[in-house]
């Protein structure tokens, strides 16, 4: 064995003790972790006896104080007569109390509100009748329909010592759990109350878990329940420990009672227990293996190392690695003398070496640029983007030429920043401070990219880190290893244009040869720019207007049919605008072409303005072409739906429907607009552009002062409606062709009207009376919800105010409120300022919001209802039942009413579960005090049972429909006699 070997074993065998002390160590806590789990248990089953024992005591002094009045016993009268001057003291404690007969009929009793009568505290066969004395029932006695209680009896004898009455008080239900509640017990333990015939009265906590722990472990101490004392000792249940403790109950005068048991688990413990003394194992383990492995390493270190390095030195020098040295300056001097000698012969063969390498490196580096010029000659063919090519190049140069890095630039038009086109190689962070300015007075323009823009000649630094043109970029050069960088001018048509950085990671990387040879390189990329340039020329002559600079009608299609296949794979809408300037040939003929070009130019201008939601602003004029001499098209896509539509055109021919002032003279552009949807209208481009230009030149000039056309074929009349719906809201609005009429509500104990609901009613010119529930989600999707809203409220208002003559004082008039209406923040506002105007009070406005509504409109709706409740509006809400029923928001929201959905209170007499719910809506109500209102009454029986349950006010068909405000008036009689002058 090697002395490494010995040492090894001699360390292993020292740490064999401490391992056999660590397993001592962990049998000693495991036992004590138990011993520790006993002694808590009969702590906690100590305390816990003591308290069920105050319990049952106080329960035998109770008994026993009424057991001293004669005339309790003499007759139901006269104890219903007299128990009642006890109850405040005894019903403090105890749920029921009172005296039975002795064959269990109960004389009379009294309990707390809320608690059931038990059926009778009858004494079973256990129960000795000549042993007279304070004692609980054998069983726990059940209350009608509840769980069961534990009775106290305490039996009166008459002087033969017969069993007459007997005297009982039934202990809180929950008595047990909520005295073990408060005591801290460890996971998974609980406490079990048993009664005398070994029948759970209770336990804590009453889980799944613990009831079916509780039945093993009852079955397991079976032997050991009933003794006198405390008991305690382990089991084991599904392999896991338990520590058990049990004790009964012997309180005064109750010699046979109940016996409490807690069982404590011990595997998390135990499980800790072994955790920790793993982890100790771990600790000693790894101090092991870092004894051996220092052992290990400090052999290596005074005895190999040394040989090993001339001899790694030795296989390095075969492999050609010259550069090699041994590096011995300690140990014996043999070993020294021979690691110096070594080293002298390795530097004496690494400088032969390099002269030869310098030498192969030049002649390498110059063929690979001439491979670099043949990649770039060809990609000069392959490529017709300048971007490409660009990036080709600065590709070809960092692959094949073995640059550190390369970029190229180009000058932009309007900017004095040089913009980054292409990049190519690992730059690090160098890549994020690239910007080169154009203006020599800046320290960026000032360097070798800048400089070769303005001299149109190579830059060149061998010493990056010495180089004071580098000075910007200084700090991310060296951080990536930069050792020397060149930049070369790319010109087209003689003019510098942009220009070429290469970045090397070795001094002295551009001698004069390679700098002609790259020289060459980039006039072979900028001669590639100029040939693009020309077909970019010819390109944008074809698809792109000249006037406007914007496409053409053949680029517009066909960025439409891809528009179209996207729009065609995602599922979703496409839109095409043809935009009619009609008067602009007019304006050309009367003040000249150059005024008719001027008008385009500037619409095109406000064209390319514009900021839709469904056009991207960074692509704007990839959506816009000119179609045409006075026309000019646009493509929204990626429509959900059509319903953004309208604003966006109303948005456009705002935008460019303004005056223009060309010269001393304002022109007013007449801008018709047409739209065709794919894939409603058409599935093409070319038809889609078609019927969008046809509604906008024909469509428009079918009606005066219209401004925009759908088109129109009759595919999608439902679309059609919809728009053709919207539009008619918008001027019903404007021509106030809403109307409101109501509904009464009526007061279940009186029976008369208490107040009304406002309903919106809607009489369409050319289609009659239109249902609220087919124009509602309309204006609500549109928000126009908010003006019919406050139109209606005002409508309200000055109609209330108009029969405060025929109306009691405190006759309340509501009006619905949507949640687009409670988001606006000028809301309550809005209210103040109706109540003003209209002269109406506040406390005849009640304002009904939808349960859903509330939760929608998120925080502000606190504020926006506490400040109409300020105003002394009353506030109700409607729909109860069908949202969310938070108890949360109805506590939070200062409401005074709910309105119970209709749609409980017409299965009324239908489902039983209707009535349940109608039930606990108006228990819930009642208990926050607030009013209910049930809606949708529609039969007697509905309205008898709704009185019955509390309701306060009804309202449905069965009362009365909704009618307009004279016919409403009239139900209150003829209008009182003008007051006499």
Not at 60 to 84: E, F, K, W, Y
Not at 965 to 972: N, R
Request: with cysteine.
């Amino acid at each position: 064995m090697s002395l490494r070997g010995r040492l090894l074993l001699l360390i292993g065998l020292t740490l064999l003790p401490a391992f056999g002390l660590m397993l001592i160590v962990g049998r000693i806590q495991h036992d004590a972790i138990r011993n520790e789990a006993e002694r808590y248990a009969l702590t906690l089953i100590q305390a816990q006896a003591a308290n069920q024992i105050e319990m049952l005591n106080e329960a035998h002094v109770t008994l026993d104080l009424l057991a001293r009045i004669p005339q309790m016993v003499q007759s139901g009268a006269t104890c219903r007569n007299l128990l009642p001057q006890y109850a405040d003291r005894v019903l403090a404690r105890f749920n029921e109390i009172g005296i039975a007969r002795a064959d269990g009929k109960i004389l009379c009793s009294m309990h707390k509100p809320g608690s059931r009568t038990i059926d009778h505290p009858i004494i079973t066969d256990a129960d000795d009748p000549s042993d007279m004395g304070f004692r609980l029932s054998n069983q726990g006695v059940s209350a009608q329909g509840g769980p069961r209680v534990l009775t106290a009896l305490y039996p009166l004898a008459n002087s033969q010592g017969r069993l007459h009455h007997i005297l009982f008080a039934t202990l809180p239900q929950h008595w047990f759990t909520n005295s073990v509640s408060q005591t801290p017990l460890p996971p998974g333990a609980f406490f079990t109350l048993l009664g005398h015939d070994r029948h759970v009265l209770a336990r804590y906590p009453d889980s799944a878990q613990s009831r079916s722990d509780a039945r093993a472990l009852l079955e397991r101490i079976q032997p050991h329940l009933g003794q006198a004392t405390s008991w305690t000792g382990r089991t084991r249940l599904d392999g896991h420990e338990w520590a058990v403790t049990s004790t009964a109950l012997d309180a005064k005068a109750m010699p046979d009672g109940p016996q409490i048991i807690v069982a404590i688990p011990l595997a998390t413990a135990m499980r800790d227990a072994a955790h920790a003394f793993y982890w100790n194992l771990g600790v000693l383990a790894v101090f092991a293996l870092a004894a051996l492995a220092f052992a290990w390493y400090s052999g290596g270190m005074l005895i190999l190392r040394p040989v090993r390095r001339l001899m790694g030195a030795a296989d390095m020098i075969a492999t050609g690695r010259y550069a090699v040295r041994t590096g011995i300056r300690t140990g014996p001097s043999e070993i020294i003398a021979l690691g110096r000698a070594f080293d002298d012969m390795a530097g004496a063969l690494e400088a032969r070496i390099r002269e030869d390498e310098i030498h192969r490196v030049r002649i390498a580096r110059l063929n690979r640029i001439y491979r670099m010029l043949s990649a770039i000659n060809g990609a000069i063919i392959r490529i017709r983007d300048r971007d490409q090519l660009l990036q080709e190049t600065c590709r070809i140069v960092v692959e094949q030429g073995h640059f550190g890095f390369a970029w190229a630039g180009l000058i932009e038009q309007g900017s004095d920043i040089l913009g980054l086109k292409a990049h190519a190689g690992d730059a690090g962070e160098f890549l994020d401070a690239i910007r080169v300015s154009l203006d020599p007075e800046h320290p960026e323009g000032r360097g070798l990219a800048g400089n070769a823009i303005r001299s149109g000649e190579p830059q060149i630094a061998n010493h990056v880190e010495d180089d004071p043109r580098l000075t910007p970029w200084r700090r991310e050069l060296n951080a990536v290893g930069i050792r020397s960088a060149a930049a070369f001018p790319l010109r087209v048509h003689g003019m510098t244009v942009g220009v070429l950085v290469l970045y090397a990671r070795e001094h002295d990387y551009f001698d004069e040869q390679e700098i002609t040879l790259l020289d060459e390189l980039a006039a072979d990329s900028s001669l590639g720019l100029e040939h693009i340039a020309k077909d970019q020329q010819i390109s944008f002559l074809a698809n792109w207007d000249t006037l406007t600079q914007l496409p053409n009608r053949d680029l517009f299609e066909d960025r439409l049919r891809q528009a179209l296949h996207r729009a065609q794979r995602h599922r979703r809408h496409t839109a095409v605008l043809g935009i009619s300037v009609v008067n602009q040939p007019a304006i050309s003929d009367r003040m000249g072409r150059a005024v008719g070009d001027r008008l385009m130019l500037e619409t095109a201008s406000r064209l390319g303005a514009l900021a839709l939601e469904r056009v991207p602003g960074v692509a704007l004029t990839d959506h816009i072409a000119r179609l045409g001499n006075h026309d000019f098209g646009l493509v929204i896509s990626d429509l959900e739906g059509t319903g953004d539509l309208v604003t966006a055109l109303r948005m456009i021919h705002t935008a460019l429907a303004g005056s223009i002032v060309i010269g001393r003279e304002a022109v007013d552009p007449d801008v018709r607009i047409g739209v065709a949807v794919y894939p409603r209208d058409a599935e093409d481009a070319d038809t889609l552009v078609h019927h969008a230009l046809f509604a906008a030149h024909v469509q428009t000039s079918s009606e005066q002062h219209r401004h925009t056309a759908f088109y129109s074929a009759g595919e999608d009349t439902a679309a059609q409606a919809r728009y053709a719906l919207e539009a008619a809201l918008r001027t019903a609005i404007e021509l106030q062709q809403f109307d409101l009429e109501y509904q009464p509500r009526i007061d279940a104990r009186t029976g008369r009207i208490a107040s009304a609901e406002a309903l919106i009613r809607w009489q369409r010119p050319g289609h009659g009376r239109v249902p609220p529930n087919a124009f509602i989600s309309v204006l609500e999707q549109t928000g126009l919800i908010v003006k019919v809203g406050e139109w209606a409220m005002q409508r309200a208002l000055e109609q209330r105010l108009r029969m405060r003559d025929r109306l009691p004082d405190d006759f309340v008039i509501s009006v619905n409120a949507s949640s687009q209406e409670l988001q606006a923040t000028d809301y309550v506002a809005r209210t103040r300022r109706l109540l003003r105007f209209t002269g109406a009070r506040p406390e005849w406005l009640e304002i009904e919001i939808t349960e859903s509504g509330l939760v929608d409109s998120g925080g502000s709706t606190l504020e926006q209802l506490t400040g109409l409740k300020n105003l002394g509006v009353r506030l109700s809400i409607d729909d109860f039942g069908t949202g969310y029923s938070s108890l949360s928001y109805l506590r939070q929201f200062p409401v005074d009413a709910l309105k119970i959905d209709q749609a409980f209170v017409r299965e009324i007499g239908r489902a039983e579960d209707a009535l349940l719910i109608v039930k606990s809506i108006i228990g819930l109500a009642k208990a926050l005090n607030l009013s209910v209102i049930a809606e949708g009454v529609e039969t007697a029986a509905q309205a008898q049972t709704l009185k019955q349950e509390g309701c306060d006010e009804l309202q449905g068909f069965h009362f009365g429909r909704p009618l307009r405000a004279e016919a409403f008036e009239a139900l209150f009689g003829p209008p009182p006699p003008p007051a006499c002058a």
